[in-house]
């Protein structure tokens, strides 16, 4: 489950570049028919792309709704190859942040306004900029609703649910409300006193809700542990010749649920080897010995003589760190050859992971915190295992992509932790999406790739999520089809809507057999629905997500980004296009029932 986080405004600017693309316009601005803009290869500069959008935001008020005391902090700037730019925004309003601020401002290779993607819909100043609390006081309050130890609060605006309120945005540690006492972000309205939102900071992949409905069952999550071979130790260089180190190095792990696997690892003496990938910049998992570690810097480094790491059972402590690296690796391998991604936040920088966190925490997180992949060892009860399968941690790891993208967020979370709200709900579907890619792109035959989502915990029902047909999860209650009370479903339950639509887009409806596993897929209105292939649906959603997708978007927004990023791609006249309309629609998902009014 998602956990979101409020991030502190970034001011260092990626240029990332996208396969393919075409110019085009986002939700609000002029059309721009179907003229096609060749690759960039002028002197174009990140800088000079982020200064002109920047312009065409406060030339464009009425459109992208910035005012005057608005600045605009660039986080990203995306340039396709065909020509247009994109650039996303957080804003501070008066010097402070606004939450639910967030924009992407979309430009030509002219660097012509052609559109905008906005969160709030509404006007962002505040009623008034003078607190009736303190500092003090809100620290104090968000101290005691999150039960831990309040860090400095922050004046901010809220914009997030529908207006604009000063408030303080508190951080708490140590949170007692919080699985393994992690850390919380609260934001106090200023002037009432009233708690806007009590947030944990982690990403759960068991929510509080499915864990009770387990308990309910008397289920418990024992996945199958397979036997490998004793791995054999492969060495980065001939002892007999002059090594300076360290040096990159081949070995192989015997994992928990993957069989034997090879591992890039880092050899820092002849006899000495790191978990430790250079070759995916630096990426490592680390041990935090049984402790609830927030801080990877204080985690065990795995080290081994012969390169040979664990030994397929949890009897090995090694074991869960091959699964754990493994699957990082993985996730980081599908996202740069599919995407040209460089890391989650696509800046070139390591992915990291903690194994045997804390004492029987039966969970994995993706921990912003951190920055990191947390996994517990299984609390000993209901959950047997390590939570480090496959697509788990490509699932938790794509919510450090949407963080780092359109951080999409609930609209609220409950006493409990459970979330709620279409936003949340899309960010659970995109997870589940890419997690499923992930196990494609790996095509481990003793994982072997579906889009199924859990399949290897043990659940009775051989499953925890399912994209094909949504509903046979009977655990979290997931649902095929949008309707108005979707918005406020749980957001793993909601999730069904934005999945369905990607499955029906990827792979069609009704019955059919893909790499062993058998699919029935239905439809709202009966329709049938012939699918474009899972590489150019990945691709619409991937594009949509980083393009055309903010804070707020719902599932109606999606269907409009999503059919943006099929224009982009292949044409507004193309079969792909036509057939993201087809699958939004067979969801339940349409024009004609956008909702009038926008939570």
Request: a neutral charge.
């Amino acid at each position: 489950m998602r956990r979101p986080h409020i991030r502190s405004l970034a001011v260092a600017v990626a240029v990332t570049t996208a396969a393919t693309g075409l110019a085009g316009t986002a939700f609000a601005g002029p059309a721009t028919g179907t003229d096609r803009a060749v690759a960039s290869t002028d002197a174009t500069t990140a800088a000079s792309v982020v200064g002109a959008a920047r312009a065409a935001a406060f030339a464009h008020a009425s459109a992208t709704g910035v005012t005057q005391g608005d600045e605009l902090r660039a986080q990203d700037v995306m340039i396709d190859p065909e020509g247009a730019r994109h650039v996303r925004f957080l804003r501070t309003h008066q010097g402070m942040p606004v939450l639910g601020g967030d924009l992407v401002v979309h430009l030509s290779h002219r660097l012509a306004y052609t559109g905008v993607t906005r969160a709030a819909d509404h006007s962002v100043k505040p009623a008034t900029t003078q607190a009736r609390l303190t500092a003090d006081q809100a620290e104090a309050k968000a101290a005691a609703v999150a039960e831990g130890d309040a860090g400095t609060a922050e004046l901010v605006v809220d914009a997030r649910t529908g207006g604009a309120a000063l408030a303080y945005q508190v951080p708490v540690s140590d949170s007692g409300t919080a699985e393994a006492a992690g850390t919380r972000t609260v934001v106090i309205d200023a002037v009432t006193g009233k708690v806007r939102s009590n947030t944990p900071d982690s990403d759960e992949f068991l929510s509080p809700e499915l864990l009770d409905t387990l308990r309910e069952r008397g289920q418990t999550l024992n996945p199958a542990t397979g036997t490998v071979a004793p791995a054999t130790a492969l060495t980065g260089a001939a002892a007999t010749r002059a090594v300076h180190y360290p040096v990159t190095a081949s070995g192989t792990g015997s994992s928990l649920f993957a069989g034997k696997v090879p591992l890039t690892t880092t050899r820092t003496a002849r006899t000495s080897y790191l978990l430790k990938d250079p070759t995916r910049w630096g990426t490592e998992t680390r041990d935090a010995k049984g402790q609830e570690l927030e801080n990877f810097a204080q985690g065990k480094k795995f080290t081994s003589t012969t390169n040979k790491w664990g030994n397929g059972a949890v009897s090995h402590r090694d074991s869960a760190a091959v699964d754990a690296q493994y699957g990082i690796t993985k996730t980081l391998d599908f996202y740069k050859k599919t995407f040209g991604r460089k890391g989650i936040e696509n800046n070139g920088k390591a992915a990291r992971g903690m194994v045997h966190f804390g004492k029987k925490v039966g969970n994995a997180f993706w921990d912003s915190t951190c920055d990191c992949m947390l996994y517990g060892d299984g609390d000993g009860d209901m959950l047997k295992k390590p939570l480090v399968v496959l697509d788990v941690t490509g699932h938790e790891l794509t919510h450090g992509v949407v963080d780092a993208t359109a951080k999409l967020e609930p609209t609220r979370v409950d006493e409990n932790g459970n979330q709620y709200g279409e936003a949340g709900s899309l960010n659970e579907s995109l997870a589940d999406i890419f997690g499923s890619n992930v196990e494609f792109s790996a095509n481990n035959a003793k994982n072997p790739p579906n889009y199924l989502i859990g399949e290897k915990l043990g659940l009775t029902q051989k499953f925890l999520r399912r994209l094909d047909h949504p509903s046979l999860d009977k655990l979290e209650g997931a649902i095929d089809y949008w309707s108005p009370q979707t918005y406020d479903a749980e957001v793993h339950a909601g999730s069904g809507v934005s999945s369905h639509a990607y499955y029906l887009l990827a792979e069609g409806s009704g019955r059919k057999t893909i790499g062993g596993f058998a699919y029935d897929s239905p439809t709202y209105d009966g329709s049938t629905v012939t699918g474009i292939g899972r590489a150019k649906a990945t691709a619409i959603f991937y594009r949509a997500l980083t393009r055309y997708m903010v804070s707020t978007t719902d599932f109606h927004d999606a269907r409009l980004a999503t059919l943006q990023a099929a224009a982009d791609l292949y044409g507004a006249n193309s079969v792909a296009y036509q057939t993201v309309d087809q699958a939004w629609a067979a969801v339940n998902v349409t024009v004609a029932n956008t909702p009038a009014a926008r939570h």
